[in-house]
């Protein structure tokens, strides 16, 4: 469910070349860097299993575990440092949907990626998958040691409504922001209510979410052209050419929240909450701005680059993840041909604006940092 | 890795026509009921987890968890029935290439098959999946209360040889068949010994594997013609015709084994061996004639059905498990077309045989069906 798979992605071409294409991947790895010190950080803190228990710890909406796999390979040494004779038990979860056997392949060294193959590195570690949405409950109770999230929880359960006047809840007014914000909450609370079943006493929480920061920025929009109103200007200009329906302008919408750290934080503040009564406690939020690698490759290659190479380079990536929000807004009624035809026609307008002006156009992230314990009351 | 589909495929039939239909899917239903009482047996045998343990379980092998999903949920019944405040956990295991997708979304009732959701009916029930072969060590040591298996375990872990006069070891001879011998000894060792560290002292395993029985009868070999037989019979054709080379012919062997119920007891005899050592013991064993329901749909249809219908409905099943091994048999140089084209050939010689004379045409099952107990030591 993470939608920026630029390391898995990334890692493969960075090996054919190295150097200029290491430059887009540096941008992901900085965000999995900054998340692997708060993980040392909980390996140090959570309290030793019982007799014969494995330690328990899981990524929630891991995708096929590539972004994750340094990172878990990383907290499973530090684990068996801590712990010498313990047997490690990983769980991966993501929605019904994702191809776990891409996952299974990855964690058994039968892909490309090589890197970080933790199984055949550690005696006694086991991995499973949990293919249910983690705004469910999903592991027994006080089974889990250590849970790690890396840009998944802005997803919502589910859109409460089409965003009228934009793609993006970042764009929405009104009752309609007022719906996706009271989605988001709720959904954080069931999130955190479920992983507070799952956590054993002194067991923590690392998370690292898309958010936005004390200066109002976000993925995408972070002081250049904003990257989620270039994607309604360019879909909204689709239905002004006719080419699209106002229905189909409409259908588009995004099912996703950027919280702020402090809608992040305050169910664990708040002491009269459900939250905070299940045993949940802040040990720290902080927001993160880690640069878009493509911006940094274009910009590093001292005008070698042409405005189109970077367009041409920089486009797919955001379409990578974005792609299904404006295929499924097309109308079933439209044959499969057209509709990939207009959604490449949506996709080249985009570049065309950026190989014109590729002044401000970047996808840096910004992402907020958890870091939570379950209490031992 | 279960290799027939049965239940999962009729059961949707059934509920399409019921009467006629019905008749197929009996077959399959009388193996899982042979095995779900042996499984309530196993739930009043285990002792109780710790206190905060759920009671663990696993289906090793469970394909798309669709034919085992009755047994299981009857299983579930038991449990809490018996340990009423317990949580439950299921692991269904296969290999990386399976398609867990499926698996999840059946037990999410994301699919036609609505019968026995037991995520909705029981609280507390937590399913995940391992995507790695049951030769290895899945769970952490002394972490499985009840291990389940249905007609997985007769796959070995890797063809030793390709069977140079026939296209499964119920053919082979000499050195071919002592290969595969030994392959299946020693992959069984290791399906036991990895099930005992998995075990705490007190569990169960429940395995129902295919197999030969006492009077060497198997899968598609009762009395009648023999399934296995008649696919050589027309591959073999198919290279005598010259359609197929003599190397082709050679690579279509099923990485199969069917063990004796002696094959299977053997270590859990021995008490000089590695498995008794590690402290599994047989509680029972014994082999089971299950009839081939597309046969006994044909006999009651009392002359309704042709041969041709009984052999246009028979022929499928046998294709929906072997094709693969007919398939990759053939040379990749050939264009994908002409392989299928092929494959068709091969199974249309079957229907047509079993349209001439469809006496003795039946796939009824053998298995043998073993309990198994790790001791307290």
């Not at 099912?255 to 909450?273: C, I, M, N, V």
Request: hydrophobic share 40%; with cysteine; glycine share 8%.
């Amino acid at each position: 469910m993470s939608d920026v798979h630029v390391t898995s992605t990334g890692a493969s071409v960075a090996m054919k070349g190295g150097g200029y294409y290491s430059e887009r991947t540096r941008g992901a790895k900085d965000v999995i860097d900054k998340a692997s010190g708060m993980l040392l950080e909980a390996v140090a803190a959570i309290p030793e299993p019982r007799d014969g228990d494995p330690v328990r710890i899981a990524d929630f909406g891991a995708a096929d575990g590539g972004t994750s796999k340094e990172t878990i390979r990383n907290t499973i040494a530090a684990i068996r440092s801590r712990f010498p004779d313990r047997q490690i038990s990983i769980t991966y979860t993501d929605l019904p949907s994702n191809d776990y056997s891409v996952l299974f392949k990855n964690m058994l060294g039968l892909t490309d990626d090589l890197e970080n193959n933790y199984l055949s590195e550690f005696d006694g570690v086991f991995v499973n998958a949990c293919g249910i949405g983690f705004h469910s409950q999903l592991l027994p109770d006080a089974s889990l040691d250590l849970g790690f999230s890396a840009t998944a929880m802005h997803y919502v359960s589910e859109k409460p409504c089409e965003i009228e006047n934009h793609v993006h809840m970042v764009g929405a007014k009104g009752v309609t922001l007022d719906a996706f914000t009271r989605r988001a909450a709720d959904d954080w609370n069931n999130i955190l209510l479920a992983r507070a079943k799952e956590l054993r006493p002194g067991g923590r929480l690392v998370f690292m979410n898309f958010g936005k920061d004390e200066e109002g920025r976000y993925l995408g929009n972070t002081g250049g052209v904003n990257m989620f109103d270039t994607f309604d200007l360019h879909w909204r200009a689709m239905a002004a050419d006719g080419l699209i329906s106002d229905q189909e302008y409409l259908n588009a919408s995004f099912p996703q929240f950027y919280r702020t750290k402090e809608e992040f934080s305050a169910p664990l503040l708040d002491q009269a909450g459900e939250v905070h009564g299940a045993g949940l406690r802040l040990i720290s939020a902080r927001t993160g701005v880690v640069e878009c690698p493509y911006r940094a490759a274009f910009l590093n290659s001292n005008g070698v680059m042409s405005s189109r190479e970077f367009a041409v380079s920089y486009v797919p990536t955001l379409r990578s993840w974005s792609e299904t929000v404006f295929a499924t807004a097309l109308d079933k009624s439209r044959p499969a041909a057209e509709r990939a035809r207009l959604v490449d026609q949506f996709y080249q307008r985009y570049e065309n604006m950026v190989a014109k002006d590729p002044d401000g156009h970047a996808m840096d992230y910004v992402h907020c940092y958890i870091a939570i314990e379950k209490t031992s009351r």
